[in-house]
């Protein structure tokens, strides 16, 4: 069987809100692909009705119903794996492993019961999973993991102090998710075809081999190509070989690139409404943000004001870089 992983992250150009990096594995025969496997169930290029769609997260999320579509692909593969649907946002957050003590620093993320699905009809996403649980078994492919990592705006503020630069900084945050997949990748008993992890490229980065080999000690990572668009390397471990592709438009190139695309897009989206509900109670009138760069200075401009009053530091809200 041959092993397929992808990583993909949310938030990296914001300056409000959490950087999210997610990771998906799935297992399947040669020659299988699983946007032709699930393509009753799963649409690619647009959105289509009774379908949940995996693509890069901005298309699936873009207009009027973009929050909608993305949490009916998120949640129904995360129902597709483990059986059922999270309940609300810390109850996911807990089992995704994610340090909720750690981000209860932000007042805004003390109360983590957002329900879910936000806006998605919860019986229709279980019924959704279990068709392409089925279908998935019908090709003999499997999804076996799903990794998605937070990474707040405190965590990030404090990657940029210890590595003095915002690529390194990023490839960190890549590396928890990208070293844990190698690990199940490397432990997966029928996991014995090709072995491949593509990656959406970390910015304008072109060459990742001293990154692997700090990642991968154990590895010898042997260069396969590194040109502008993608750069691929060959890790020989013990444990057997694996290929891991830095891509532009990693998305379009393999399904587990798409869809933990989609699950980091949902789960910072999720933290997003987090930051502005706790602040809109606050201060009336104040508009909701997005978080990015234009709109994070008007938000924050916004809150002047009653700084004092809200007695935030600055640290816990505005990234550095």
Known sequence: ???????????????????????????????????????????????????????????????????RHLEATALTFWAALHGELPTDLGS?????????????????????????????????????????ARELRRADMALVHIAVRPVDVEEWNLLIADTDNKSRAHFHAFAEVIGGLLERIGDDPAGDGRRHLVADRCGGRMHYGQDLRRLCPDAAVVVLDEQPACSSYRLERPAGDVTVTFAERGEDRAFPTAL?????????????????????????????????????HRFLDDLAPHAAALQVPRELLVRVR
């Open 1 to 67: 069987m041959n092993l397929l992983a992808g990583v993909d992250e949310a938030g990296l150009g914001p300056i409000l809100g959490p950087l999210v990096v997610a990771g998906v594995l799935m297992r399947g025969p040669e020659g299988q692909d699983a946007w032709k496997v699930l393509r009753r169930h799963v649409g690619k290029q647009k959105h289509e009705k009774g379908k949940v769609r995996v693509a890069d997260s901005k298309k699936v999320h873009q207009g009027p119903h973009g929050l």
């Open 260 to 296: 933990a695309s989609c699950f980091a897009k949902y789960l910072r989206e999720l933290m997003v409404e987090c930051l502005n509900r706790w602040f809109c109670a606050r201060v009336p009138g104040l508009a909701p943000t997005a978080g990015y760069f234009v709109d994070g």
């Open 92 to 132: 996911w957050l807990t089992a995704l492993g994610a340090d909720t003590k750690a981000l209860a620093r932000c007042p805004w993320y003390e109360d983590l019961l957002l329900p879910l699905p936000r806006l998605a009809d919860a019986d229709s996403l279980r019924l959704s999973a279990e068709l392409i």
